[in-house]
DNA sequence: TTGTATGCGTTATCAG
DNA sequence: CTGATAACGCATACAA
C-alpha cells in the first residue's frame, strides 16, 4: 500500500483538504468533531505527509547539505555531522552528507547536488574552494563554515585553538619536561585557504611557541616537525607522526615530550614510541589534539580536545537562523580545552 | 537569485517547456537549432533543475535511507555508510543517515522521517526491530539488511565471519600459541533478533572452537569473556575489552594469545596488556576484527577485516535492482579475510 | 469554523 | 519534431 495522500484522509473524514491541513499542521479553528474525524482517518489509512510535495509548495526543503572532508580517515568530521544532525532532527530537519576529501573537485559536484535537492543551508567542515562556495551565495543558500575559516565567502563558527594548546604546553611543562617536541600540520600546506588572519595551523603553532617562551624554554628548530595531518591513500593514516617522531627519536638530545596537533599524527607517534622500546610516559610524554581516537589508544592519550558537539549544535542553530531570519547571528569561538589521560607523566631525570 | 526554473529558460529559448524537458533528459527529437538555444539558456540563466518537483511527478525520490547503529563509536558504521554514498553518487542518487544507536524507539522515528522523505529504499546497518522493518512494508519502501540478519522482515547481504575468524586461529596456532583466549559479544546479549540460524555472535565463537579443535586445543572456558561490544555511555569505549584482558591476565595459566572480535574491544585489550608492564606481540599475541582502528593502534593491530567497501556498494546496488525491477538480485555472502600487522608473533617460551 | 481554487516546478501524454 | 495541458501532493489566500 502506497502511502495514502491528504485528499483520500479528506474524503474519508468527509472534510476538505484544507481542514485536513489544518489539524495536521495544528493552526487555523477546527470543530472539536471535525478534528477526531480526521485524526480518526489518519490512522486508519496510515497518512504519512508527503515532504516532497510539501516542499515544493513551501519552496523549502527541512534539509540542509554538510560538506565534509575525509569523513572515513579523521572521526572529528563524523562526529561534527552527527552533532549537527542531531540537532537538525529536534527542529524537523535532515542532513544530507557530502564527503569532499579536500579536492575542490568533488566539493563542486557536492554543491551541485545540494542546490539540485534544493537544501535550505549549507554546512561546510571545512570548505576547499572559495568558487564553490560563492556558487551557493549566487544560488541564494545560506552557508557556514565550522572549525575553521578557509575563504571569506561564508562565516565561521571558529574554535580557539590557542587555549587548549597553551593548556597541553603548561601541562607538560608543569611536568618538568624542557625539550618538548611539536607535531603538527605545516601552515603553508593546510589550511591557507584565502582568508586573511593566522590559520589553525599558525595558531597551534605560535601556541607552542608562546608555552615554551612562558615556561622559559628555548625553540629548538630540531624538535618542530610540520607537514601533513594524514595521506589518504596511505592504509596507516598515521603514518605522518610516525615518521616525524621516529626522526625525533634519532636525536643525539631526543625531546621528552611530543604535541601533536591531531590524534591521528599521536597514534603514529605512539607506534614509533613503542618500537624504539620506549614507554609512555615514562621516557616521552604524548598529547595530540581533536579527542577523536584518544580513549582507544594504548595508553589512553592525553589530548587537546576540540568542541565537536557544540561546533553541531550551534553550527546547525546558525543556520536555521539565517534560513528563518536571512541574518547571522553572533558566532561565537568555541574553546578548546586539556583532557588529562595517561600519555603525560613527569619528565623522565 | 533563486534557481530559475525550466519555463523561464524555455521562454528564454523561445521554445515550450517539453523541448527543454527533452533536451534536458537526452531523449526524444529535438532539432539542433532548439537544442543550441535551450543550452545556451540554460547556461546563460544558470538554471538548476530542482529535484523536489522532478521527484514529486515521478514519485522516486532518488533517495535511499541508510539506519546505522553506534556511528560515532564503531567507525565501521561510516565506513559502510561511506562506500554505499559513493555507489549511490554513481547512479545519481543520495543517501539520508539515520543513527539508531540500538535503541528500537530511535530506529521508528529515523524510519517515519525516511517514509515521510519518500526514500526509494532503506538499507540497515544493522536493524533492530522487526515491527519498524514492517512499516517499510506496508509503505512499499523495499529494505534490505547489511551486514547480518536481524530479522527475516527484510533480505540481508552477509558477511561470512568463519572464514575470516579461522584464519585468523590458524595464524595463532601456527605460532605456537596454545592458550588463546577469546574475548566477544555475548550471542545472548547481541545480534540474536528475530532471525532464526546462527548470529554473527555465534559464528565468530563457533570459529574460535573449530580452530582450536582444528589445532588440536583444548578448550578452557576460563579463556572465554563474553559481554558487550562497547558501551555508548562510558567515554572509553574500549573499556569491555580492558576489563576482560585484565581479568584474562590475572589468570595463574594466562593466555599468550587473545582473539577480541572487534577493533575496540582489542584497543582496550591493548590498553591492558600495556598497563600490565607486558609487550605485544613478544609477551602475547592480540588479533582484532573490523579493520577500523587497527592501523591507528600500537602496535598496528593484526585483524580480521570486514568487506565494508564492497557491503556498501553491493549493498546499494541491490536496493537500487529492487527499486527497478521489483525484485531482488541473489544476495551474496562476502568473505571476511585475516589481516597481518604487528601485534602477533610467536608464542613466548 | 469550513471549503474552493490555485500554484509550487517538473514530467508525460497527447495532438498537431 | 514541437507545444498545450494535465497531473504529482500539499499549502494557503480567499470566500462563504
Redesign the pocket.
Known amino acids: 500500500m502506497?502511502?495514502?495522500?491528504?485528499?483520500?484522509?479528506?474524503e474519508r473524514a468527509?472534510?476538505?483538504?484544507?481542514?485536513?491541513?489544518?489539524?495536521?499542521?495544528a493552526?487555523?479553528?477546527?470543530?472539536?468533531?471535525?478534528?477526531a474525524r480526521v485524526e480518526a482517518a489518519v490512522k486508519a489509512i496510515g497518512?504519512?505527509?508527503?515532504?516532497?510535495?510539501?516542499s515544493?509548495?513551501?519552496?523549502r526543503s527541512f534539509t540542509i547539505g554538510h560538506m565534509l572532508d575525509a569523513i572515513i580517515v579523521n572521526p572529528f568530521f563524523v562526529n561534527v555531522a552527527h552533532w549537527a544532525e542531531e540537532e537538525a532532527l529536534d527542529h524537523g530537519y535532515k542532513t544530507f552528507l557530502f564527503n569532499h576529501n579536500g579536492l575542490a573537485e568533488r566539493e563542486r559536484i557536492g554543491i551541485e547536488r545540494f542546490i539540485e535537492r534544493r537544501v535550505d543551508a549549507v554546512l561546510f567542515t571545512n570548505a576547499v574552494s572559495t568558487d564553490n562556495v560563492r556558487l551557493l551565495k549566487a544560488a541564494g543558500i545560506p552557508a557556514l563554515q565550522l572549525e575553521r575559516s578557509r575563504t571569506p565567502a561564508a562565516p565561521a563558527i571558529r574554535v580557539d585553538n590557542t587555549v587548549g594548546a597553551l593548556q597541553a604546553m603548561a601541562h607538560l611543562a608543569g611536568l618538568g619536561h624542557r625539550r618538548i617536541a611539536f607535531i603538527g600540520g605545516d601552515p603553508e600546506l593546510i589550511g591557507r585557504g584565502e582568508t586573511a588572519g593566522p590559520t589553525v595551523e599558525d595558531d597551534r603553532l605560535a601556541a607552542y611557541g608562546a608555552g615554551l617562551a612562558a615556561a622559559g624554554l628555548p625553540f629548538d628548530s630540531a624538535l618542530l616537525r610540520l607537514g601533513k595531518y594524514y595521506s589518504l591513500s596511505e592504509s596507516g593514516s598515521g603514518s605522518e607522526g610516525y615518521h616525524h617522531t621516529r626522526a625525533l627519536l634519532a636525536l643525539a638530545d631526543r625531546p621528552t615530550a611530543i604535541f601533536a596537533t591531531c590524534d591521528i599524527l599521536a597514534a603514529g607517534a605512539l607506534q614509533a614510541v613503542y618500537e624504539a622500546g620506549l614507554r609512555v610516559p615514562d621516557d616521552i610524554s604524548v598529547i595530540g589534539f581533536d579527542d577523536t581516537l584518544a580513549a582507544n589508544l594504548t595508553p589512553q592519550l592525553t589530548t587537546v580536545a576540540q568542541p565537536m558537539e557544540q561546533l553541531g549544535r550551534i553550527g546547525f542553530r546558525a543556520v536555521l537562523a539565517a534560513i528563518e531570519t536571512g541574518a547571522w547571528p553572533e558566532q561565537p569561538l568555541l574553546p578548546s580545552h586539556l583532557v588529562l589521560r595517561r600519555s603525560t607523566g613527569p619528565a623522565p631525570l
Open positions: 502506497k502511502s495514502a495522500t491528504l485528499m483520500q484522509v479528506a468527509g472534510v476538505s483538504t484544507a481542514t485536513v491541513a489544518r489539524v495536521l499542521k493552526q487555523g479553528y477546527v470543530s472539536d468533531d471535525a478534528r497518512y504519512r505527509p508527503n515532504a516532497m510535495a510539501r515544493l509548495r513551501q519552496r
